[in-house]
């Protein structure tokens, strides 16, 4: 898949996770097995998760404009990369509560992963591709 339409679908994920974290957390909660009703505090901080990721949505499609220089579009991927690898080693290392399902863990595990081989796979020039050509 070409590294543009890579970056199409890596903004439109995580528009999409980030608006509807923001607009409906219940659901953002009910996807990543937390018990509903929901409380306030929760609802908050899946806000605070939902606005991150509109942000990172936004900041790569400006980065992704015709008139923006190669490094602002690698900086940003990287940043993107950077963000979901301690997304995945948080929700990895931290410690479930007695009697919780391990399944509550694997949604958000899984969407850090596929967000980070999406950002590898939509940068121009990685080191690994650089490697493979030379």
Excluded: C, H
């Excluded at 991927?77 to 509550?104: E, M, N």
């Amino acid at each position: 898949m070409q590294p543009k339409k890579v970056r199409k679908l890596l903004v439109s994920g995580r528009a999409t996770v980030g608006w509807l974290s923001v607009l409906a957390p219940s659901v953002t909660g009910k996807a990543w097995g937390i018990n509903s009703p929901l409380s306030g505090e929760t609802k908050y901080m899946i806000r605070l998760f939902g606005i991150r990721n509109a942000v990172l949505a936004y900041q790569l499609y400006q980065a992704d404009r015709p008139d923006a220089e190669a490094e602002e579009l690698e900086e940003t991927l990287r940043q993107g990369i950077a963000i979901d690898i301690f997304d995945l080693a948080f929700i990895l290392f931290a410690r479930a509560p007695k009697g919780a399902k391990s399944f509550g863990r694997t949604m958000p595990a899984l969407a850090a992963l596929i967000s980070i081989v999406l950002g590898v796979l939509a940068r121009e020039k990685s080191e690994l591709s650089e490697d493979l050509d030379g």
